[in-house]
Structure formats: C-alpha cells, structure tokens
C-alpha cells in the first residue's frame, strides 16, 4: 500500500498569510506513461462532506478559488493558500488513486491566529 | 444539481449486521464508479471499497480491514448503491460516504453515522 505522510499536522496562520501544506507519498504516484500525478486534495469542513479541491496534483476544480494552489511531482506535494481567509478554516487531505488500495494523508488541520 | 445521499446509519452490536444506501441524484449513475469512504470519530478518512459500473465488469475491491465482512452492490434501475456490512466490529464505528469515482473522489454525500456499541 502506499503511505501517505503529511506535514505538519496542524497549521496556526493570520487571516492573509501565506499557508502551505506538505505531502510525502511512500513511492512515486507519477504516472509515465501520461505524464500525470495520480494526486489529489480534498478539505474538509465539520459537519459537512470532503471537497475535492485539486486533483492531478495543480488541477484547480471548478468553483475554488484561485488562492488554493497545488505542486509538485513524483513523492512530494504541496497544497498552498495564498492568502488565508476565515471560510478556509478545516482539516485538509492528499490522496493518491495512483493504485488500490486508495489512501489519504491523516489530514492537516488549519486553524486561524 | 447532482448530489448523493446516504442512509441506514443506525447503532448496531458487535457481530451485527447493516446495510446502508446511497441515493444519487441528476447524473448518470450507472456509469459511474461509486465508493464507500469513512471517517471514525476524531480520525482521518479511509477508503473501504469500490465497485466498477456495470459495462466496466461491475467487480468490486475492497479495504483490508473489511474484506470478506462488507460487499458493495448497486441497482442501476434505483440509482442506488449499497454497502452491505456484516460482522460489525468496534472499530467500524465512522460516519459513512458514498463518493463517485473519476480516478480522484469528486462528489461526495453528507455520510451517515454507523455506531457499533453493546
């Protein structure tokens, strides 16, 4: 199975502020053949379901706004907020679908200073 | 608007059994890929099966820690996938969410709370 890690667990930011978000997958989720990143990331708000934010690693869904930003290729990810507001308050997950059994990082919690 | 709703969440002993549905909704279920993901309380989310549409071979994968105690099934005719769970442990005690599947996870129900508890 592959091992999702992510750091850190919790993130304390000012409303504005820049917050960044690291996942590490235990083998390569890179897929050659198409050149893609089998990556994604969902946040998660209480008492509602997860949203899928990015998927192939920096694709932005539909509806997100622009300040979530998604790199990186290979084993290392990272999920950026540019510029923090109070709706982003959640615990956000990566994901890889590289290969079954699909698993998720155990979450970053961010929270607001 | 397209949307998934689960049910049949209920408070089961150890050893019971439950199954639980999901209704979707203003898409094309019997294309879609449907999951079940879950979330046991105060941890993170884990996937706990897959089952493939109908023209794709309608074969199922599960998790490790379900395998051979939960099956998943699907009637097209209903929009409806289930997720059939049998031999009910402690530790499966999470709120349940059926997803469809495009590789990534992108539409996801509000779950429904399965407590296993005597």
């Known amino acids: ?79 950026t907020i540019s510029s923090l507001q109070a709706e982003d308050l959640a615990v956000y997950y990566c994901q890889q679908y590289y290969s079954a059994p699909w698993t998720f990082g155990q979450g970053t919690k961010v929270e607001i200073k | 608007e397209v ?47 897959r089952i493939r549409s109908k023209t794709d071979g309608g074969t199922t994968d599960y998790a490790a820690p379900v395998k051979d105690r939960f099956s998943i099934s699907r009637d097209d005719s209903k929009n409806t996938l289930y997720l059939h769970m049998n031999s009910l442990k402690t530790e499966d005690t999470a709120v349940y969410y059926c997803t469809t599947q495009r590789g990534f996870f992108d539409l996801w129900g509000r779950g429904t709370l399965v407590t296993v508890s005597s």
């Open chain 1, 1 to 79: 199975d592959i091992v999702m890690t992510q750091s850190p667990d919790s993130l304390t930011v000012s409303l504005g502020e820049r917050a960044t978000i690291n996942c590490k997958s235990s083998q390569s989720v890179f897929y050659s053949s198409n050149s893609k990143n089998y990556l994604a990331w969902y946040q998660h708000k209480p008492g509602q379901p997860p949203m899928l934010l990015i998927s192939w690693a920096s694709t932005r869904e539909s509806g997100v706004p622009d300040r979530f930003s998604g790199s990186g290729s290979g084993t290392d990810f990272t999920l």
């Open chain 2, 3 to 49: 949307y998934l709703v689960e049910s049949g969440g209920d408070l089961v002993k150890p050893g019971g059994s439950l199954r639980l549905s999901c209704s979707a909704s203003s898409f094309n279920f019997s294309i879609a890929w449907m999951n079940w993901v879950r979330q046991a309380p105060g941890k993170g989310l884990e996937w706990v099966g």
